[in-house]
């Protein structure tokens, strides 16, 4: 009777050891995981932003334009060098904020980091764009509607619209249990609003802090705000973290800093989560279910370059506008869009 017990006793001990082996082996190293906003949460409205800049602004700059290009980049190029600016975005060392590929000119990296005022910045900027000599009337009227949309706290965070696909990322890892934290080139009176805006208190709370380069007056990829980061999120100096970005300049500088950059575009992050076991895999329906959906937009987009197209040419000013090649550019665009949507 006595060695039955022991036996019985001894099996109970093995099962607890057992569980309690499991339990350990079963828990999830929690990571803290950094997101960009613009291009992985956040894409801009078109529709809103053209309404804002104005359809006779637009038509008038492509009429008038020899080499049709991004609007955002010509003016850019345009106010490259008007000044003044913060003394911070004149240092040597200082690393700017870019727009593909390319450092944004420094009034703009100054707006971004909110080292002066919107409307400090907007009104020496429009002032210097009207004394520009060699621009015409068209190309002056589209930068300064941009730059008032842009530095319009109301209409800047109004356009802005949350991608689906980045939202999924973000349950997906929360409910993983990983601390979630944004690291974004944001103006600091735009982020007030965008984070008051009532359809995002969701996603906000599933977020552990935010760095934000209008709040810390520094941009990315300047190492300083990276550091910034790992103190805010309280890791250790060894712990390793993973940055989502879609600015490749900006990952580079946060791998120096232990911050694991995943290039987003969204299907490509989602694989590697799952690949690094950060999530969990998605079920053969949910894969299928979004390779349709991308390959819809995809559908949908050239079907409105085929048949707006010639809508278009019928008018008086679409007609100025393509024999200005801007057909030839807008072909040139969708193979972009559909690497990105498609990934």
């Excluded at 450092?103 to 100054?110: A, F, L, R, S």
């Excluded at 300064?144 to 706290?153: R, W």
Aim: net charge positive; glycine share 6%.
């Amino acid at each position: 009777m006595k060695k039955i017990v022991a036996l019985l006793i001894g099996i109970s001990l093995m099962s607890t050891v057992s569980a309690n082996s499991e339990a350990i082996t079963s828990q999830k190293e929690v990571k803290k995981i950094f997101f960009d906003l613009g291009g992985v949460l956040f894409d801009p409205h078109i529709p809103t932003v053209l309404g804002y800049m104005g359809g006779k602004n637009i038509a008038a700059f492509y009429t008038q334009l020899k080499i049709p290009k991004d609007i955002k980049t010509y003016v850019f190029e345009q106010i490259e060098h008007l000044r003044p600016y913060s003394a911070k975005s004149l240092h040597s060392s200082y690393r700017p904020a870019k727009y593909l590929g390319k450092p944004m000119p420094p009034v703009i990296d100054d707006w971004l980091a909110s080292r002066q005022s919107n409307e400090a910045i907007l009104k020496d900027i429009t002032g210097r764009i009207d004394a520009l000599k060699d621009a015409s009337v068209a190309d002056k009227n589209v930068m300064k509607t941009l730059l008032n949309y842009m530095m319009d706290p109301v209409k800047f965070t109004s356009s802005m619209k949350l991608i689906p696909e980045g939202l999924a990322i973000v349950k997906a890892l929360k409910e993983e249990g990983h601390e979630l934290y944004v690291i974004s080139n944001w103006n600091g009176p735009s982020w007030d609003r965008l984070r008051k805006r009532e359809n995002l208190q969701e996603l906000w709370g599933m977020f552990d802090g935010f760095i934000i380069s209008g709040k810390e007056n520094v941009n990315k990829p300047d190492p300083e705000i990276y550091k910034i980061a790992r103190t805010r999120a309280e890791m250790a100096e060894d712990e390793e973290g993973f940055f989502i970005d879609d600015q490749s300049e900006n990952l580079e500088e946060s791998e120096k800093h232990n911050l694991r950059g995943l290039l987003c575009n969204h299907a490509n992050v989602w694989n590697e989560l799952e690949k690094r076991k950060l999530i969990k895999p998605r079920t053969s329906f949910q894969k299928c279910k979004t390779k349709t959906k991308r390959f819809t937009t995809v559908v949908v987009l050239a079907a409105a370059l085929y048949y707006g197209v010639p809508m278009v040419a019928k008018t008086s000013w679409g007609s100025s506008l393509l024999n200005n090649g801007l057909v030839s550019w807008l072909t040139s665009k969708m193979s972009w869009v559909t690497s990105r949507i498609i990934g």
